[in-house]
């Protein structure tokens, strides 16, 4: 089973600021990896697929790069409705795993 | 409008039995991929398990830890996923959701809280 450590576990920042979180797979998943958003009570949202596509109507401060075992997520300027638990996925190989959440707090 | 609506969770006990299921509508059912993913309150989520379309062959995977225990089955008919649970253990409590899409999860359902207690 892949295991997924996302840093850090809590990104204390201001809007405007840029965030960048990591993912780091224990063995590689190529490119098959996604993103989610998760706001308190809310599902989680799709946010980017496939390494480095962006899901339906997300905004385009929101980018991401990476490939094999490090990925990274970046907001480019931060906006009020950002702040949120963000989640990596991958299903390059089977059982298909998230890591365990980075906090974005103000 | 694409729907997805849970429901048969509940209170069971260790060693008790489930079946969730999940209305979906506004898409195409049959040609889509389902999985189910849960999440344990206050913590992360997991992925439990998908269900091919029947185009593509309507077999199905499941994270180890459910593996013999929980089964991912449709109903064509009726535009329904269904998650038969057994053999349930204290550390299956959670929200379970049902998904969109058997790599990555593009719609959710609000879920159904399953809690497993004595």
């Known amino acids: 089973e892949i295991v997924l450590t996302q840093s850090p576990g809590t990104l204390s920042l201001s809007p405007g600021e840029r965030a960048t979180l990591s993912c780091r797979a224990s063995q590689s998943v190529s490119s098959y990896l996604a993103w989610y958003q998760q706001k308190p009570g809310q599902t989680p949202r799709l946010l980017m697929y496939?390494?480095?596509n962006r899901a339906t109507g997300i905004p385009d401060r929101f980018g991401c790069s990476g490939s094999g075992t490090d990925f990274t997520l970046t907001i480019s300027r931060l906006e009020p409705e950002d702040f949120a638990v963000y989640y990596c996925q991958q299903y390059g190989s089977s059982p298909w795993t998230f890591g365990q959440g980075t906090k974005v707090e103000i | 409008e694409v729907q997805l609506v849970e429901s048969g969770g509940g209170l069971v006990k260790p060693g008790g039995s489930l079946t969730l299921s999940c209305a979906a509508s506004g898409f195409s059912f049959n040609d889509a991929w389902m999985s189910w993913v849960r999440q344990a309150p206050g913590r992360g989520l997991e992925w439990v398990g998908l269900?091919?379309?029947?185009?593509?062959?309507?077999?199905?995977d499941y994270l180890t830890a459910v593996k013999g225990r929980f089964a991912v089955s449709r109903d064509a008919s009726k535009n329904t996923l269904y998650l038969q649970m057994n053999s349930l253990k204290s550390e299956d409590t959670a929200v379970y959701h049902c998904v969109i899409g058997g790599h990555y999860f593009g719609r959710w359902g609000q879920g159904t809280l399953v809690t497993v207690s004595s």
């Open positions: 496939d390494g480095s």
């Open positions: 269900s091919k379309s029947k185009a593509d062959g309507a077999t199905t």
